[in-house]
């Protein structure tokens, strides 16, 4: 008598489960370490509270990919069913998530917006009327260049 269920068909589902888990964990790192960057590039304060985020992104993530082995493990019992199509459609739509938080990261790293806070100081530091003028020139050329891209 044949087995409805294969060991071999078995441990691919759950292999392949458990790369989708680990690919999904590697972009959220990736993502994190992007973001912490990002606002090291900007001069932004690195908090404690993006660390909590991203486990707490990761557990939500986690129960998502869950679901769709869940799924999954309704079809591994027909033949056609050849590997977790539901966990890795779920995964490969959470790294482009990941993907696409790290690409507004790199737009954000290229906006000049980040050098606002100096050249607000350097208004207010700026002794005649006239220094001042000519730095709010500089400001509104940086802000129509950055508008423009």
């Not at 939500?60 to 869950?66: G, H, V």
Request: charged letters at 20%.
């Amino acid at each position: 008598m044949e087995s409805i269920l294969s060991l071999d068909k078995l441990y691919l589902f759950l292999g392949i489960f458990l790369a989708v888990c680990i690919l999904v964990i590697a972009a959220i790192m990736l993502d994190l370490w992007d973001g912490v960057h990002t606002a090291k590039k900007t001069n932004q304060r690195v908090h404690s509270h993006k660390l909590r985020v991203t486990i707490a992104k990761m557990s939500e993530y986690w129960r998502f990919i869950l679901i769709g082995f869940l799924v999954d493990c309704l079809g591994i019992f027909f033949s056609f069913y050849v590997m977790p199509f539901v966990a890795v459609l779920f995964g490969a739509g959470l790294i482009v998530v990941e993907a696409k938080s790290m690409f507004e990261h790199a737009n954000r790293r290229k906006s000049h917006t980040n050098q606002l806070p100096e050249i607000i100081k350097s208004i207010i530091e700026c002794a005649h009327e006239k220094d001042a003028q000519k730095i709010l020139e500089q400001f509104t050329t940086l802000t129509d260049t950055s508008n423009h891209h």
